[in-house]
Each structure stands twice: as C-alpha cells, then as structure tokens.
C-alpha cells in the first residue's frame, strides 16, 4: 500500500525556516516525481512545487508565490522528500500536503505567526 | 498560466440527484486532467485521471469527460457519501493549477 506522511509542521515566525519531510513507502520511491500541495485554512488547493525522479533528471518547479524561498529535495535512499520554506510569509500559512496525485499524504499544519 | 475555471462554486443537491460540475481551461490542455474529492480535514482523492479513465475503486457513478479545454465530472445518482468538495487539476504545463472547488452540499 502506498503511504506518504508529513512531518516537520508547526509555528514559526514571519522570516524563518522551516523544512518538511515526506517519507514514503509501498512503492520504489526513486521512480516516481513529488509534489507539494497546499491548503490555507478555508481555501482551496495550491500547487507549491514538485521534484522529478532522477531518472528524469531530479529537477524543480515551483509556483511563483514560493519561487526563490522553498526548494524541493528528495533522498531516494531514505524514501523522503523535503519542503524547505525560507522566509516565510503569513499567507503561507496553510496544511501541506505531498503527494504523488494518484495518493496523498495526511498533511502537515504550518502556521506563520508572529 | 493556465488558469482553471470551474463552476458551479456550490450547489445543492439530493441524493439520487445527477450533478454536473464543469472545469475551463484558458488554454487547450489536451486531456491532462484530474478530478479529486475532498472531505473536511481529509486530504484529497483522485477520482478521474486523464480526464475520462476512473481511478481503480471509485465508484461507476462517477465520471469525466473533455478535452481541450473543456471537462465534465458527472455524479449520475448522488449518493450521502458524495457531498464534499470537487477540484479539477490540470497538469498539461507548470505551474500546475486547480480550478477553485464546487461545494456540493444536501438540499
């Protein structure tokens, strides 16, 4: 069965850091690209960014409303890809989700608040 | 950008009802589309893939269709289970967008 969770949500201050792990299992995680999808409280879906597999050259993107401050990484040998948020803002508060579209994690809470 | 329209935003419903909800995109999209549901405090669920093929254990009632920039997510006998939020993702080009969700709630 595939399962992906999220960890590393939180508080945390206008203009800090903080970094999300999504750890997978069920299926070979190298293979496949991730996806970060968020959820401010009462919205709708946002797509954040996503990584491809290696074989595809492991590369990023990302929405513009994240570009320059999150970076997508993955660590195929632990089946974990990472959210690192930089200079966050309030409005990126919201539940973050990982997800490979056809499965998605339970979501981790971030809260931007000073 | 492609920017994803859907509508209704809401609707109302009973159940055996047949609902519609329509996703536009501003550009053709070939048939790189999804639709999920999403019930609260749950993250969402695939029930279409490529905007017409039924994601494996979702129930026959449910079904996509379209291409180009026009698609259609058909509930052809509303069931309790159904009431949640709707959201199209089209994944034709990056940024990948959702349309803005259709709440479809019980008359």
């Known amino acids: 069965e595939v399962q992906l969770v999220e960890s590393g949500g939180g508080l945390v201050q206008p203009g800090r850091s903080l970094r999300l792990s999504c750890t997978a299992s069920?299926?070979?995680?190298?293979?496949?690209?991730l996806s970060w999808v968020r959820q401010a409280p009462g919205k709708g879906l946002e797509w954040v960014g996503f990584?491809?597999?290696?074989?595809?050259?492991?590369?990023?993107e990302y929405a513009a409303s994240v570009k320059g401050r999150f970076t997508i990484s993955r660590d195929d040998s632990k089946s974990i890809a990472y959210l690192q948020m930089n200079s966050l803002k309030i409005e990126d508060t919201a539940v973050y989700y990982c997800?490979?579209?056809?499965?998605w994690g339970q979501g981790t809470l971030v809260t931007v608040s000073s | 950008d492609i920017q994803m329209t859907q509508s209704p935003s809401s609707l109302s419903a009973s159940v055996g009802d047949r609902v519609t909800i329509t996703c536009r995109a501003s550009?053709?999209?070939?048939?790189?589309l999804a639709w999920y549901q999403q019930k609260p405090g749950k993250a969402p669920k695939r029930l279409i893939y490529?905007?017409?093929s039924l994601q494996t254990g979702v129930p026959s009632r449910f079904s996509g269709s379209g291409s180009g920039t026009e698609f259609t997510l058909t509930i052809s006998s509303l069931q309790p289970e159904d009431f949640a939020t709707y959201y199209c993702?089209?994944?034709?080009?990056?940024?990948?967008?959702f349309g803005q969700g259709t709440k479809v709630e019980i008359k």
């Open positions: 997800t490979r579209y056809d499965s």
């Open positions: 990584i491809r597999s290696k074989a595809y050259g492991g590369t990023t």
């Open positions: 490529a905007a017409s």
């Open positions: 069920g299926f070979i995680f190298g293979d496949y690209a």
């Open positions: 550009q053709g999209i070939r048939n790189d």
């Open positions: 993702l089209q994944h034709n080009s990056y940024p990948r967008t």
